[in-house]
Nanobody
Framework: QVQLVESGGGLVQAGGPLRLSCAAS????????MGWFRQAPRKEREFVAA????????YYADSVKGRFTISRDNVKNTVYLQMNSLKPEDTAVYYC????????????????WGEGTTVTVSS
């Protein structure tokens, strides 16, 4: 099995930055894609960003494009989400996910999920 543990969430003022991390452990794969998703109160889970194994392909939701950056360190089995210029509407529980296949924005195609980390942006 694979364990994904997110960290870095917290309370931040609007306009501020925050960096999330997600460390993978357990079963290893030759390559895998990673994604970030979020779920705000009373809303459905939505795609935020995703990155391929090599890091050469990255996708972003329109709502975060230009503000968020996804990156990964395959030696540390860790994926990051640098979030800048945060807005109150970014408030949500952020989940990382791992897919043993090509990178995608579709949540149902991810095989493993973390428990989530909460980000709260105050206005």
């Amino acid at each position: 099995q694979v364990q994904l543990v997110e960290s870095g969430g917290g309370l931040v003022q609007a306009g501020g930055p925050l960096r999330l991390s997600c460390a993978a452990s357990g079963r290893t794969f030759s390559s895998y894609a990673m994604g970030w998703f979020r779920q705000a109160p009373r809303k459905e889970r939505e795609f935020v960003a995703a990155i391929s194994w090599s890091g050469s392909i990255a996708y972003y939701a329109d709502s975060v494009k230009g503000r968020f950056t996804i990156s990964r360190d395959n030696v540390k089995n860790t994926v990051y989400l640098q979030m800048n210029s945060l807005k109150p509407e970014d408030t949500a529980v952020y989940y990382c996910a791992l897919r043993t296949g090509a990178v995608t924005t579709r949540a149902p195609l991810y095989d493993y999920w973390g428990e989530g980390t909460t980000v709260t942006v105050s206005s």
